[in-house]
């Protein structure tokens, strides 16, 4: 198998094409927050504070030959914030969406166990299955016990299913 062949099977796998998307998108929000944090955040808090820009806030250290620029963090704390704020609350609306879908999947599972008469499960219960009893003789259509290996109306030897063996007298009975 090629390389581009192999590559192009990676790209359009379901995963990494969701993640490329997921990045896209990514990029293009946080252009929405830093908008936000520059264009209309920081204008309002120069309002509290006397119109003071926090972006060309600066600490000069060594003489002037380093700056250390505190309005850029505080700009980054603020996205952080936005952004931070912004997933909460989608992922809270994405939760509320999700209960209310598997509280309406419950409420089907209950109206379908009505319908077919399956009352005594609980809620979270799935039917299981029973081990029959008896069977029916194929030779004589009597009902006898379902681990019987010979029936008693006819007299008649039963096969008996590997799954079926009995064990009777400390050794294993089959067919």
């Known amino acids: 198998m090629s390389i581009i062949k192999e590559f192009k099977e990676f790209a359009m796998k379901g995963n990494a094409f969701d993640l490329a998307i997921g990045v896209v998108i990514g990029g293009a929000f946080q252009k929405i927050v830093n908008s936000l944090v520059n264009d209309i955040i920081m204008p309002l808090t120069a309002i509290f504070t006397g119109n003071i820009d926090y972006s060309d806030?600066?600490?000069?250290?060594?003489?002037?030959?380093?700056?250390?620029?505190?309005?850029?963090?505080?700009?980054?704390?603020?996205?952080?914030?936005?952004?931070?704020?912004?997933?909460?609350?989608?992922?809270?609306?994405?939760?509320?969406?999700?209960?209310?879908?598997?509280?309406?999947?419950?409420?089907?599972?209950?109206?379908?166990?009505?319908?077919?008469?399956d009352k005594k499960l609980g809620d979270n219960e799935t039917p299981k299955l029973v081990e029959p009893t008896t069977k029916v003789c194929p030779y004589c259509l009597s009902e006898i016990p379902h681990k019987a290996i010979k029936c008693s109306h006819c007299a008649s030897e039963l096969k008996v299913e590997k799954e079926e063996a009995v064990v009777r007298d400390g050794g294993e009975v089959n067919e």
């Not at 850029?72 to 603020?78: G, K, M, Q, R």
């Open 57 to 117: 806030w600066k600490i000069v250290i060594a003489n002037g030959a380093a700056e250390i620029g505190i309005g850029s963090f505080v700009n980054a704390i603020i996205n952080f914030f936005v952004i931070a704020i912004s997933i909460f609350l989608a992922l809270k609306y994405i939760n509320k969406i999700n209960k209310k879908l598997e509280e309406l999947n419950k409420e089907a599972m209950k109206s379908m166990r009505r319908r077919i008469g």
